[in-house]
């Protein structure tokens, strides 16, 4: 007979953050920019520059759900997202090491990104966006 590891929710552990992109890739793009996979370094994720598509990952929250367990999603900004800002081409120019935090443009493609996830991780109370290494000159 099989045996199975205990359930993350029987350890207690109620919420899990989900570290879903960085500056070598993206897991999951969002629905209005597909392209924005297409640069994960295969260093990064093995061997592929595999993404989840929104149907695997909304299979996971309902997994996560149904076990008591919350997925929190992450999104990197303004740095370490130099492959999907480079994809995407609407958030700055990705060999500055941030986005344009200046620039309109990057705050409508923002709004759309965090508007998607948040629509795949419905039962997630949070939602954690970066803020660091910003780059003053």
């Not at 990952?57 to 999907?84: M, N, W």
């Not at 709004?111 to 966006?129: A, G, L, Q, T, Y």
Request: net charge negative; proline share 6%; hydrophobic share 40%.
């Amino acid at each position: 007979m099989a045996t199975t590891w205990p359930s993350a929710r029987f350890w207690t552990v109620r919420y899990l953050h989900l570290h879903s992109s960085d500056g070598s890739g993206i897991v999951s793009p969002p629905k209005d920019y597909p392209q924005a996979g297409m640069l994960n370094a295969a260093v990064y994720y093995g061997d592929t520059q595999k993404v989840w598509d929104r149907a695997e990952l909304i299979k996971l929250v309902e997994y996560a759900d149904a076990r008591g367990v919350t997925l929190v999603p992450e999104l990197e900004t303004p740095a370490h997202c130099d492959s999907y800002q480079a994809a995407i081409g609407t958030l700055g120019d990705p060999g500055a090491g941030m986005m344009d935090i200046a620039g309109e443009q990057t705050y409508v493609t923002l709004e759309k990104m965090i508007n998607d996830i948040c629509d795949v991780f419905k039962s997630s109370p949070f939602f954690h966006i970066g803020g660091d290494e910003i780059r003053f000159e």
